[in-house]
């Protein structure tokens, strides 16, 4: 019998001032983290799926990347879009743009720690 996959099951974001990532996604986006966290990382109490960010794994340099996590796509699930996008530009968050149509509702783009893209929909 072949080996499948059935999908993502856990999301964890490398960053080099944990502190700091995990702050952003607590006062910024309203997660909570969860109530065991691996040495070196945070876990968030996300559901369907298990987000966290961490220090970054050995043998991996992020000094260099201008934009980390080029080219992956991280969409996380809001109630309220438009009214997370005013809280984000009113608390000095850099977002690509106005909150647009979607096939997935209303979604906008904005710069998470360290420079992760990080995409919003719903709502």
């Not at 050995?58 to 309220?80: E, I, K, M, Q, Y």
């Not at 530009?89 to 893209?117: I, L």
């Amino acid at each position: 019998m072949t080996a499948t996959v059935e999908g993502p099951d856990f999301i964890a974001l490398q960053v080099t001032d944990l502190p700091a990532a995990a702050a952003f996604f607590e006062e910024h986006l309203g997660l909570r983290r969860a109530p065991v966290s691996p040495p070196h990382a945070v876990v968030f109490a996300t559901t369907p799926i298990p987000f966290a960010v961490r220090e970054p794994l050995p043998g991996t340099d992020l000094s260099g990347d201008s934009t980390p996590g080029l080219g992956v796509a991280l969409w996380l699930r809001t109630d309220d879009a438009a009214r997370l996008h005013a809280q984000l530009v009113a608390a000095g968050v850099e977002v690509a743009g106005p909150v647009r149509d979607s096939p997935f509702g209303p979604t906008f783009t904005f710069a998470g720690p360290e420079g992760y893209r990080l995409t919003v929909h719903g709502g």
